[in-house]
């Protein structure tokens, strides 16, 4: 939805739970020295300034990545997500880098890497930002139309974000046909699809057909920050992770909890496999 802004948001506690689980998958396919094409769908600018009006109008980076850094005693994965943070923005606390930026910082030569970006404001930062940089392609265009033209990747190995904003009820339609359409491509590739936790519950169909439909086994992650209240309002983040790396299945329901609390003095944490049976 064009009229989006992800600069009012950025940082918040689901940004964080977010990179934190993609840079955990993307880091250990890495381990293979194979290449792999990364796809981010509604990449954004790229970079946000904290110390700005929109970020400072919501304030939410306060509850999210500036509480992080206050806790000094994190899992693994967590302190490498935030070493990762601090090393791209210089550790001064006052920007935060979205995912383009945490992907880009990570590409090997071999990587590719694809950004969509609809919202020509935000396009034209997102290319200022990474102008000149070979493995790097920018879009603007519609993400899920990109995961149409572009998918299977010409590499091995292949990656894809999808975290659309949902302001729209139709997104999580669109969301369920894109990632079906890109497992009828290709079901080797690794697919990580945020969605926010509402009192609506508009996220629950979604799961229900991509539970459905012969996909891969998926991980549900959710972390909570509060209890709902009302008709709106987000309280929670959400992350399927489809196709999800050993290490994420054996070790991310421990570290996820701990995230979770170290969010909110009233965290929850909840870890489901879909599929277990086939992993």
Same mark, same amino acid.
């Not at 995912?99 to 935000?122: I, K, N, T």
């Given at each position: 939805?064009?009229?989006?802004?992800?600069?009012?948001?950025?940082?918040?506690?689901?940004?964080?739970?977010?990179?934190?689980?993609?840079?955990? +998958?993307? %880091?250990?396919?890495?381990?293979? @020295? &194979?290449?792999?094409?990364?796809?981010?769908?509604?990449?954004?600018?790229?970079? $946000?300034?904290?110390?700005?009006?929109?970020? @400072?109008?919501?304030?939410?980076?306060?509850?999210?990545? @500036? %509480?992080?850094?206050?806790?000094?005693?994190?899992?693994?994965?967590?302190?490498?997500?935030?070493?990762?943070?601090?090393?791209?923005?210089?550790?001064?606390?006052?920007?935060?880098?979205?995912?383009?930026?945490?992907?880009?910082?990570?590409? =090997?030569?071999?990587?590719?890497?694809?950004?969509?970006?609809?919202?020509?404001?935000?396009?034209?930062?997102? =290319?200022?930002?990474?102008?000149?940089?070979?493995?790097?392609?920018?879009?603007?265009?519609?993400?899920?139309?990109?995961?149409?033209?572009?998918?299977?990747?010409?590499?091995?190995?292949?990656?894809?974000?999808?975290?659309?904003? $949902?302001?729209?009820?139709?997104?999580?339609?669109? +969301?369920?046909?894109?990632?079906?359409?890109?497992?009828? =491509?290709?079901?080797?590739?690794?697919?990580? +699809?945020?969605?926010?936790?509402?009192?609506?519950?508009?996220?629950?169909?979604?799961?229900?057909?991509? &539970?459905?439909?012969?996909?891969?086994?998926?991980?549900?992650?959710?972390? &909570?920050?509060?209890?709902?209240?009302?008709?709106?309002?987000? $309280?929670? &983040?959400?992350?399927?992770?489809?196709?999800?790396?050993?290490?994420?299945?054996?070790?991310?329901?421990?570290?996820?909890?701990?995230?979770?609390?170290?969010?909110?003095?009233?965290?929850?944490?909840?870890?489901?496999?879909?599929?277990?049976? %086939?992993?």
């Amino acid at each position: 939805m064009l009229s989006y802004q992800h600069s009012f948001h950025a940082g918040n506690f689901a940004d964080v739970h977010k990179h934190t689980i993609l840079l955990d +998958v993307f %880091r250990y396919l890495q381990r293979k @020295n &194979s290449a792999i094409t990364f796809y981010d769908t509604h990449a954004g600018r790229g970079w $946000y300034d904290l110390d700005g009006v929109d970020a @400072n109008k919501t304030g939410e980076y306060l509850d999210g990545i @500036n %509480r992080l850094n206050a806790d000094h005693d994190h899992p693994e994965a967590v302190a490498k997500y935030l070493n990762l943070v601090r090393d791209i923005t210089g550790g001064a606390g006052d920007s935060y880098p979205g995912s383009p930026m945490l992907v880009a910082d990570q590409l =090997r030569d071999q990587d590719e890497l694809h950004l969509a970006e609809a919202h020509p404001g935000e396009f034209e930062q997102l =290319r200022e930002l990474l102008k000149n940089i070979d493995p790097i392609h920018i879009h603007e265009r519609d993400g899920f139309e990109m995961i149409k033209g572009l998918f299977p990747p010409p590499t091995p190995r292949g990656m894809i974000l999808i975290d659309p904003s $949902y302001e729209q009820k139709e997104e999580y339609q669109w +969301v369920a046909k894109c990632v079906k359409g890109a497992y009828r =491509r290709w079901q080797k590739a690794v697919c990580v +699809v945020w969605y926010p936790l509402l009192p609506a519950n508009n996220h629950l169909k979604m799961i229900d057909e991509l &539970s459905q439909a012969g996909l891969p086994p998926m991980i549900r992650s959710e972390i &909570s920050v509060r209890d709902p209240e009302g008709e709106r309002g987000m $309280y929670g &983040s959400g992350m399927l992770i489809i196709n999800p790396t050993y290490s994420l299945v054996q070790e991310g329901e421990e570290w996820l909890k701990a995230l979770a609390e170290s969010l909110s003095d009233e965290g929850k944490s909840s870890f489901k496999i879909i599929g277990e049976e %086939r992993l």
